[in-house]
Every structure is written in C-alpha cells, then in structure tokens.
C-alpha cells in the first residue's frame, strides 16, 4: 500500500481542485466580466492523470516483479 501513496496524494489533490472550484463558484461582474477560478480546471485533470498514470505504472511493475520472482 506504501507503493500508491504518491499517486493517492495526486489523485486527492486533483479532487481538491475540483471541489474547490465548484465550491468557488463563478461570478459575472457589473462590465460583464467573468470572474472565476479557471486555474483549478487543468491543475485538476493535471493531478488527477498524474495519479492514474502513476498507479497503473506502479501496478505494472509490480506485476512484472512478482511474475519473474514466481518463475524462478
């Protein structure tokens, strides 16, 4: 379980972006300006892939390890 720390971080934090920008919310200004948190939208899918890509990565690896240790 040690192994997916990083990726459970990354994928919690890219769930934190998106709840922070729903709970944010967005606004239109009296000039007709949109205010909103849009930096939140790629931090999150960035966090998010990072922790996808990083436990399949580790799930990879681990398998290959154990198959070639149950081999021999």
């Known amino acids: 379980m040690k192994k997916y720390i990083f990726s459970m971080v990354s994928g919690l934090i890219g769930l934190i972006c998106f709840v922070a920008y729903n709970i944010i919310g967005t606004k239109v200004l009296e000039d007709g300006r949109l205010v909103e948190p849009f930096g939140l939208i790629p931090a999150g899918i960035l966090f998010v892939l990072i922790g996808v890509l ?15 240790n149950k081999k021999k």
Do not use: K
């Open 54 to 68: 990083s436990a399949i990565i580790i799930a990879v690896v681990t398998f290959i390890h154990n198959s070639s």
